[in-house]
């Protein structure tokens, strides 16, 4: 059994109106077991909390596929019949499309099961939005022996029907970063007695706007953006604390590294001048997104029959499948969701899906994970 494009929009609308937040998609992965139960596709014992492995095929050569299933907090401002109903919560992101893409994806690999080349893995992927949940699908060990894996994002800026693909980087590597200055507090009529923590804060702020420009090359591609500070309470006291955070991000792991080690000098040099104490908090954040060279040329070419591919540009936003990519040589590709002039972006409370991408989206991973199951035997011989 597969399901017509039709099908699938009445189940991505289904998705829509019950979003979950990362880590908690109980009801979300209750309902893909379910479908692909229906469909007998084998599910995988993986000790995922939410989320799921499943396969189809046997033997060698194992390639996988993924999608990321949670939702944001946010707030839904659409007047879409099929709105979110659960309040505060919202699939702005699109993983309802990426999901329920694998999920017409798994049915028509198992209709041609008897077909393929090797096995199929299906990942239903939890917690992308706190870059965790790749790192919890690794750590079951179902991927090790997986030779190749295949993930999309959808891109609003692109029309339904286009598909935009390169070698090397395709988003971003990201850090996040936390630094609290710790100094005196004091009366602020009389500074001479405290460690001025509003000073250092604004002076390391205000110096770390240089590091991008003075430090990478220029021909290269680096973000800075520090986005929140918090330091004081009233008018009239110096006070003892305060913290400002943000995110550093670039297309080239080297640059990552240097920059985070530039970053932390800066703020140490500054903290020492001034005497107060500082410390860092690094979250957990995605590397570079970074296609295969051989994998991508194989994607590219069994794409042209499936929509217009175009080179893509790098995004600045990050993506954990990157995860999948430090271990797995992996091919992540963008597919047009919507392509109006005023389309709202992802991570936007207005986002919308055009459900003829799915015109793109079902047959990219299907002809996708066929060539390289054919690929992988290939290089066998």
């Not at 990942?123 to 965790?132: D, L, N, T």
């Amino acid at each position: 059994m597969s399901f017509s494009y039709e099908e699938l929009a009445e189940i991505r609308h289904y998705i829509h109106q019950h979003p979950e937040l990362s880590g908690q998609e109980y009801q979300t992965t209750a309902f893909l077991k379910e479908r692909l139960e229906e469909l007998g596709i084998h599910i995988l014992e993986s000790g995922l909390k939410t989320g799921l492995i499943a396969e189809i095929g046997s033997d060698q050569p194992v390639v996988a596929l993924r999608a990321d299933i949670d939702a944001l907090p946010i707030l839904e401002q659409t007047n879409l019949p099929y709105k979110s109903q659960n309040p505060g919560v919202m699939h702005a992101c699109g993983h309802d499309f990426h999901q329920t893409s694998l999920l017409g994806a798994a049915a028509l690999l198992k209709e041609k099961e008897d077909q393929l080349e090797g096995t199929v893995r299906l990942i239903f992927q939890p917690a992308e939005e706190i870059s965790e949940g790749a790192s919890d699908v690794l750590a079951t060990g179902l991927l090790e022996d997986v030779q190749g894996i295949i993930g999309f994002h959808n891109i609003p800026q692109l029309k339904a029907g286009q598909l935009a693909l390169n070698a090397g980087a395709m988003m971003a590597g990201v850090e996040k970063f936390k630094v609290t200055v710790t100094g005196v507090s004091s009366h602020a009529a009389r500074p001479d007695l405290g460690v001025d923590t509003v000073t250092a804060v604004t002076t390391m702020v205000q110096n770390l706007q240089l590091l991008i420009s003075r430090t990478v090359s220029p021909f290269e591609t680096a973000v800075l953006s520090i986005t929140h500070l918090d330091v004081g309470s009233t008018w009239n006291v110096l006070p003892k604390s305060g913290y400002f955070e943000g995110t550093i991000r670039s297309f080239n792991p080297s640059v990552q590294r240097e920059l985070k080690e530039h970053f932390v000098s800066i703020v140490r040099h500054i903290a020492k001048s001034l005497e107060v104490d500082v410390a860092f908090e690094w979250g957990v954040t995605p590397p570079v997104t970074f296609n295969d060279e051989e994998l991508t040329k194989v994607v590219w070419e069994a794409s042209q029959d499936l929509a217009e591919v175009l080179p893509a540009n790098p995004s600045t936003a990050g993506e954990d499948f990157a995860f999948y990519q430090e271990r797995i040589p992996g091919v992540f590709a963008f597919i047009g969701s919507n392509g109006e002039p005023d389309a709202p972006d992802l991570h936007h409370d207005h986002m919308t899906i055009d459900d003829a991408a799915f015109e793109v989206s079902v047959p990219y991973y299907v002809e996708n994970a066929q060539a390289l199951l054919r690929y992988f035997k290939a290089k066998e011989v």
